[in-house]
């Protein structure tokens, strides 16, 4: 993003605009919905420039745009037409402190115009950094004909409220407040009339301080694997929702961009035979912010239930009787065998699949490795990296095939997501060069490559 989005504060402030024709013009339209103090400077303005001067809308100089013609301006647009006057008008403007813009030319502007869809106080801005602006007019049709025309006006109203509203303690309570007002109270007295929606504020006001305060709950949210895309909508209006977030180190930051800016995140990660964030920390953390009322997401990656401690968690809040939900997400088994083209069990091939953790709390893990050495067995090993030579010990100890397929997919469903298709005989050696999150199909090629096989089991006999 190299043109940051925001909203500038020019209520009764100078804008100038160099040039008089209808790059010029085009500007216009648009800054005369603003309040600030327009002023055009052009040597040769067109008859709708001069229009504007008369009924007093702009102020107009005569002349070409000189020194001084930018002090104290906000904003100034170099719209003359002309690329090297454009460009005169430019150095001045910024020389006396005004940011810039001039038309067509995204190198040499400081500021852009964006797309505008306008409910005022309400105001949608679309921007795709001069890249796309016939892009940016389609996505603004679009906007202009979902976003209700009493947007405005409810918004409008809403704000001489605020300051009544903030009888409401911050936080969840007063969202809820502004939310039940946005969706239903006020549409409904809208429909009324303007002159109803002061008074339904009020009696909305009231039933909420009368209301009981909201007892503090804890979502633990399965975030999926890395994309945001495979987040469930259900997972997403929760974190929405959260004044705290309480996330594990696997947590992509495009999903907790997805978290309100407000909210507090807390990072309580922890890393196998590395840095990591006391279980008790954790726990202390959910029953603090819960305790005090409010919407708290413990984050996990994955599924919550799969090698997440749910449990333990769970069993905390419920000691304090405080209140929980689980949301699932896509653990990563399914997105890996999603992303090498199989699945997880296979008519004729296997009729169960076992999820299983390269290492525990006491070290590397232990499982029946006599059954999982059978032909035909598919497993998804999970925090298998370290464990990946002892993995294979066992398993060809308990008389598991050297060629048995095996798949690695680092950082499944990322962007940077790579598949390693191995076997047992070569895992330790394919495991010590992966540095990301890793789960490992035990059992499973690769679909292209799983056609392969017979030859690679020809070349080791």
Known sequence: MNHFPIFLNIDGRRIVVAG??????????????????????AEFPSPEVER??????IRLIRRAFAPGDALCAALVYGATGDAAEDARVAAIARAEGALVNIVDNLTDSQFLTPAIVDRDPVVVAIGTEGAAPVLARAIKADVESRLSPVVGILARIGKSFRHAAEALPMGSRRRDFWAEYYATT???ALANGEQALTPALHDLLARHLAAEPAQGHVDFVGAGPGDPDLMTLKARRALDRADVVIHDRLITPAILDLARREALIIDAGKTGFGPTTPQAEINAALI????EGRRVVRLKSGDSGVFGRLDEEIAVLDAHGLSYAVIPGITAAAAAAAAIGQSLTRRGRNASVRFLTGHDVAGFADHDWKALARPGEVAAIYMAKRAARFLQGRLMMHGAAADTPVTVVE?????????????????????AGIEGP???LYGLAP???????????????
Not at 288 to 291: G, P
């Open 20 to 41: 008089g024709g209808d790059a010029a013009i085009a500007k216009l339209r648009l800054l005369l919905k603003t309040t600030a103090h327009l002023t055009v400077v």
């Open 52 to 57: 504007l001067a008369d009924v007093a809308a």
């Open 186 to 188: 006020g549409p409904d």
């Open 288 to 291: 603090a912010h819960a305790s």
């Open 411 to 431: 950082n499944v469903s990322r962007p940077d997501q790579r598949t390693l298709a191995t076997t047992l005989r070569l895992l330790p050696e394919v495991a």
């Open 438 to 440: 890793a789960i490992l």
């Open 447 to 461: 679909r292209q490559a799983a056609r392969a096989l017979p030859d690679l089991k020809e070349a080791m006999q």
